[in-house]
């Protein structure tokens, strides 16, 4: 059945919001195309944009493409729209990731509207953050973000924690011996301070953060080793707020399912006035990934490590130009 179709204009903005999704290394690996005789909004891997070392399953990919479209959803619910989603539509269609029906008849969901004004304020802060716990009730609504979109989100205990920061580590550890994988991060992680040809993806030398200085913080130092002159060091916090975010299964629809999980949390995370970071190093690896799972909970396999606290907000990363990632038809 057609959905109501709508202007150009509705749906190169709801497009403009989904675009402002975290992404492995800022890859932004999606693009849109809009069917306007149908009122459908197809959501597209962009396969030219895959890490093959650090992402060799396009795991990280599905985990930024689910953010984006959880970005999405919430852009429609905030303009009074129900989109009607579905993962993975057609099997023989691999790139295909999601189909999205835009109604204007259905209810808007009211839990995500809200969330619309911290879509551009949210960003990786790379910052050190205050030593200071997390309230238990916004611990909550963080479990219950992540718990509306099908993932778990867990907040280890002190010797899951210590266990985590170790595998952090050891990932960076691993990867300073692994050329084809400093390579990519080389590749997305821009050095130059960014002027006017700043490029419209990867992360730019503003959003690294300072230097860490005798810190257990999980921050993910994107110079990899390269000089950076002028570039500030600073004391991280020594008790780093850490939660984990997973899922019962993993194949590529529970892959989309965390990406959105972890968006909602994000932004909800923005919303409380906490800032965060994410990193991904020691699921990258497929012995420390097993290793990062809590044994007591029912979170079978790990897709996030989050650190989360009271801080300085981080800095924007580029985006690329609408005209490149959402087609009209």
């Known amino acids: 059945m057609s959905a109501e179709p709508f202007d150009e204009h509705t749906v190169a903005a709801l497009v403009a919001d989904a675009t402002a999704a975290p992404s492995l290394h800022n890859a932004q690996p999606w693009t849109f195309r809009y069917l306007r005789g149908i009122g459908v909004l197809r959501l597209y891997a962009d396969l030219e944009r895959t890490l093959p070392r650090t992402d060799p399953e396009n795991r990280g990919l599905h985990l930024g493409c689910g953010a984006a479209l959880l970005n999405l959803r919430v852009a429609a619910a905030a303009a009074g729209l129900a989109p009607e989603v579905r993962l993975l539509p057609d099997p023989a269609d691999a790139e295909l990731l999601a189909e999205v029906r835009l109604r204007g008849t259905a209810p808007p969901d009211k839990a995500l509207a809200p969330l619309r004004t911290a879509i551009h ?59 084809g994988r400093r390579g990519e991060t080389e590749q997305w992680a821009h050095t130059e301070s960014s002027g006017t040809g700043r490029a419209p993806d ?15 913080a999980p921050v993910r130092d994107f110079a990899v080793g390269r000089p950076m002159p002028g570039r500030a060091w600073a004391s991280f916090e020594k008790n780093p707020n850490i939660a984990l975010l997973g899922t ?82």
Request: aromatic letters at 6%; glycine letters at 8%.
């Open 121 to 179: 304020r949210r960003h990786s802060s790379r910052h050190p953050f205050r030593d200071e716990g997390i309230p238990a009730a916004v611990r909550e609504r963080l479990h219950d973000a992540a718990r509306a979109e099908g993932a778990e989100l867990l907040f280890p205990g002190a010797w899951h924690v210590r266990s985590i920061l170790e595998l952090v580590r050891d990932a960076e550890d691993w990867e300073a011996l692994d050329t």
């Open 202 to 216: 990867g992360i730019p030398a503003e959003a690294f953060g300072p230097d860490r200085r005798g810190t257990t």
């Open 248 to 329: 019962a299964r993993d194949g590529p629809a529970d892959w989309l399912r965390a990406g959105q999980a972890l968006e909602r949390v994000w932004l909800r995370t923005t919303a409380e006035g906490l800032v965060a970071s994410v990193t991904s190093q020691p699921l990258e690896w497929p012995e420390l990934r097993w290793a990062a799972r809590d044994p007591l909970s029912a979170m079978a396999h790990m897709q996030m490590v989050l650190r989360l606290g009271y801080g300085p907000e981080g800095h924007p990363s580029p985006r690329r130009p609408l005209d490149e990632v959402l087609d009209i038809a």
